[in-house]
């Protein structure tokens, strides 16, 4: 019972990662009608931003020191016993500045990035088949991969963590578990912005917009919807979310190329939800969480990487749509 608890815990904090990564893909395809087979990759560039103004150029000897380090906190720190859970605290208390530091530079710097590409590849297609912007999206994943190559090496790194690491032991219907803060952390902030973000685009005039847009963007001119604009938020707002995402993985994993290859399976995920669900991909991405840890526990780690493929290819025999995806009736 202890284990299972254990990897069932785990399960849930990934999955709470991968509802916040496919809550971009949701937000484009609501808005766009597109599926951005490239996310994956505009989540690594978020990663590598966040690694590059957090670890990168404060580390330089011409830029400002950006380590919190009052007397207090040394004097505190060299008392602290290793390993230990204030030790922890303190280690992430230095690191703060530069951790708000990258975070903030990534966010908007996968911003831009998300806006350059909606208003250079994007929009000049307005008005063209789906098909063909998702092609574009499909060549972005090569001009990403090359960009990233070019400006970082291939060498994995690690990144601070948001929020303190200290190693957290407690007791579950008598079974000991065992988890790390920053995972308990980020497992909380993904779920906070996912709802945040989700309850804002079902009672905001800019959600109202981005269902509008999706629906017919000729209504959509004529009720005085400014499209682009839409098309436009609905990109930055993904790119916001994946930087955070990347953040949050980098620090987990470490930053590195595998993480554009991440993208691909939360699109299973999404996939199994529905892609212009909410409720269901955070359904299916809490589902897959859960399945992920049982299969390394139970099968190993070899089956990690295929149980979102397995999940889906289930799900969409049963549902094509998804579990929660609306059925397109199209009318001649």
Known sequence: MG????????????????????????????????VNFAHGYVIMIGAYLYYTFAVILPSAPW??????????????????????PEAAWLAWLEKLPRIIFGLICAIIGSSILARLIERFLMRPLLGQSNFAMIMITVGLISVLSGAKSMIWTGDAASVPHLAPNPALRFEVFGSKIFIFGANLVSMGLALVIFAAIVIWLRRS?????M???SE????????????PRVFANAWVLAAATGAIAGAILAARDGVSPALGLFGFSVLAIVL????????GVFISAMAVGILEALAQWQLGGDWVEITPYVAVLIVILIRPHGLLGQKEIERI
Request: hydrophobic share 55%.
């Open 63 to 84: 830029f400002p020191d950006l380590l919190f380090q009052p007397d207090w906190l040394v004097e505190a720190k060299s008392k602290a016993q290793m390993f230990s």
């Open 216 to 227: 017919d963007q000729s209504t959509a001119y004529s009720m005085g919807i400014s499209v």
């Open 205 to 209: 005039t800019s959600g109202v917009a």
């Open 272 to 279: 199994m939800g529905g892609l212009d669900s909410f409720v």
């Open 211 to 213: 269902r509008a847009a």
């Open 3 to 34: 284990q299972f608890l254990q990897f069932a815990i785990n399960g849930l904090m990934a999955g709470a990662i991968y509802a916040l990564i496919a809550l971009g893909i949701v937000a484009i395809y609501k808005a766009t009608r597109v």
